[in-house]
């Protein structure tokens, strides 16, 4: 094996590294924050948790301690539900550190938020003219795209109903 040394203080064996030289070190500072956690439990959150709670709160960050335990969930909560909640605090912690294998989250701290997914007025507008939209979705010859753009066309109808 060839000795490398290009004026740094690092020397290393050409051929076989270990993984962590391999990790650019942007990813090794994210890795080491525990994102990788925190994309996890966002992912899975779920699945991890009941359907209850899961309505009631979703993950805003997780602020990981030493070697990746003791880590604090902040959890953001629907107004009127932060009770509930506050009582399925270990319930939370007890299956996120399931999920991982090891205590990786020690505190859960919750985050009162307003519901702004109730509101009065519908998210899309209503469509007035569909038998002009209908002639031009006609005039595509590919038939998968047309069958596409129908499919979207009744689901939004039938959101807005």
């Known amino acids: 094996m060839h000795i490398k040394n290009n004026n740094k203080t690092n020397t290393f064996i050409q051929g076989l590294r270990p993984f962590s030289r391999t990790v650019p070190k942007t990813l090794k500072k994210y890795l080491q924050k525990g994102s990788y956690n925190y994309s996890n439990i966002v992912d899975n959150w779920t699945k ?18 030493k070697n990746m335990k003791n880590g604090t969930l902040v959890l953001n909560v629907i107004h ?27 505190h859960v701290t919750l985050k009162i938020i307003q519901d702004s997914s109730k509101s009065n007025y519908k998210v899309f507008p209503q469509i007035k003219n569909i038998a002009s939209i209908k002639e031009k979705m006609s005039k595509i010859r590919n038939d998968e795209l047309k069958n596409s753009l129908n499919n979207l066309l009744k689901a939004f109808n039938e959101r807005n109903k």
């Open 80 to 106: 009127g539900k932060e009770m509930e909640i506050e009582y399925k605090k270990g319930e939370i912690m007890e299956k996120i550190n399931s999920f991982f294998g090891y205590d990786c989250i020690s």
């Open 48 to 65: 991890m948790i009941s359907k209850k709670i899961s309505d009631a709160s979703y993950p805003s960050s997780v602020k990981m301690g």
